[in-house]
């Protein structure tokens, strides 16, 4: 199946889209051994072999939970936060990959 490089590393858990266009125009992946800065290269995700740093990146379990929290006042929806405020990760307590969305 073709999948967008970025879209593939951010599957595996590599970063989001965005960082991984990054990591991409920095020349840290390899697609079959070649170095890949070009974004939007697409890839057969079942044939090509993508490293990172040297290492293979294989996808996460695509299995999707989705949890509709109503967060507390005091907490920011965010992975991180630059001021150490609180997060809703810190209220989720799942051993898996969890992206926040907020509606706007």
């Known amino acids: 199946m073709e ?4 879209k ?3 599957d595996c858990g590599i970063a989001s889209r965005r960082k ?3 990591l991409i125009s ?4 390899t697609v079959n051994n070649k170095i890949i800065t070009e974004l939007g290269t697409k890839i057969d995700s079942e044939k090509d072999k993508v490293k990172f740093l ?3 990146v294989r996808p996460q379990n695509t299995d999707k939970i989705y949890i509709l929290l109503n967060k507390p ?3 920011v929806t965010t992975i991180t936060d ?3 405020r609180p997060t809703v990760l810190d209220l989720v307590k799942i051993n898996k990959r969890i992206v ?3 509606k706007t």
């Open 8 to 10: 593939y590393l951010a």
């Open 73 to 75: 006042i005091g907490y």
């Open 3 to 6: 999948v967008r490089l970025q």
């Open 26 to 29: 920095q020349g840290k992946v």
């Open 54 to 56: 040297g290492k293979v």
């Open 100 to 102: 926040p969305v907020r």
């Open 20 to 22: 991984s266009e990054e």
């Open 82 to 84: 630059q001021f150490n």
